[in-house]
């Protein structure tokens, strides 16, 4: 069964706008499980310019669905991982000046430090999820590494604007869901996801968690966390809320 896994990496950002105590990520954690998540996701930036070491232990405490936590492949960060003990890990690529995360990690280029990583957290029980584009180099380099998932990149289908682009983008999603899958891979995805484009992506065979944070977030401004999970879930089963 499909699963949605809420990025709560927003909340924190409005908080560390003014560097104050609100609005809490532990308490949006919270609400985003009683309103049906099956999964939280935060990224610990190098920078720290949204979640704080602070909130992902105290995420560690609260989160009963599981815990994605998405980080560079750092000794700092592999450091912390085998500390907190999430449910499993995503590895994204990271850089200081981006805004948000701008496209999937290059495996292929940095095969034997990304294996190190790898094998490093997965021999202490937590699973490796790797944030990639669908491009089968990279899928393949992610099954020769032994990590467990990948998390397909969504960026490129979300942001095209042609209906003929959307379509050959969202093939690019299938086909690469398709060869993780033969490969013994799971498959996530996130990016970029919205109400208005993620059923497509939703109805790729062999997707299991869908991992949405900015149009969640946005939305729950307007109508409450509650009310925008829902309809996030309404929206990924093609049924009105």
Same mark, same amino acid.
């Given at each position: ?20 105590? /609100? @609005?809490?990520? $532990? !308490? %949006? &954690? ?7 998540? +099956?999964?939280? #996701? ?92 669908? /491009? @089968?180099?990279? $899928? !393949? %380099? &992610? ?7 990948? +998390?397909?990149? #969504? ?87």
């Amino acid at each position: 069964m499909l699963t949605l896994g809420v990025n709560i990496d927003h909340v924190a950002t409005i908080r560390q706008a003014r560097r104050t105590v /609100e @609005p809490d990520p $532990i !308490a %949006a &954690a919270v609400l985003a499980e009683l309103a049906g998540a +099956e999964g939280i #996701t935060a990224h610990l930036r190098e920078d720290r310019r949204h979640m704080q070491d602070r909130d992902i232990r105290l995420l560690r405490e609260t989160v009963r669905t599981h815990l994605n936590l998405e980080m560079a492949a750092t000794a700092e960060m592999v450091q912390i991982a085998l500390t907190i003990k999430p449910d499993y890990v995503t590895l994204v690529p990271e850089k200081r000046e981006e805004v948000t995360t701008e496209g999937g990690l290059d495996i292929v280029g940095q095969i034997d430090r990304l294996n190190s990583v790898v094998d490093k957290l997965q021999s202490a029980s937590i699973p490796v999820s790797l944030f990639i584009d669908p /491009e @089968p180099s990279q $899928i !393949a %380099a &992610a099954a020769q590494i032994k990590a467990q998932f990948i +998390e397909l990149h #969504t960026g490129r289908y979300a942001e095209a604007k042609d209906p003929l682009q959307v379509q050959q983008e969202l093939a690019n999603l299938a086909k690469g869901c398709e060869l993780a899958i033969e490969a013994g891979l799971r498959v996530n995805a996130g990016h970029g996801l919205t109400y208005w484009n993620v059923r497509p992506v939703a109805c790729l065979p062999g997707m299991e968690e869908l991992n949405i944070g900015h149009s969640i977030i946005s939305r729950s401004v307007l109508v409450g966390i509650d009310r925008a999970i829902r309809e996030m879930k309404a929206a990924m089963l093609g049924v009105t809320y």
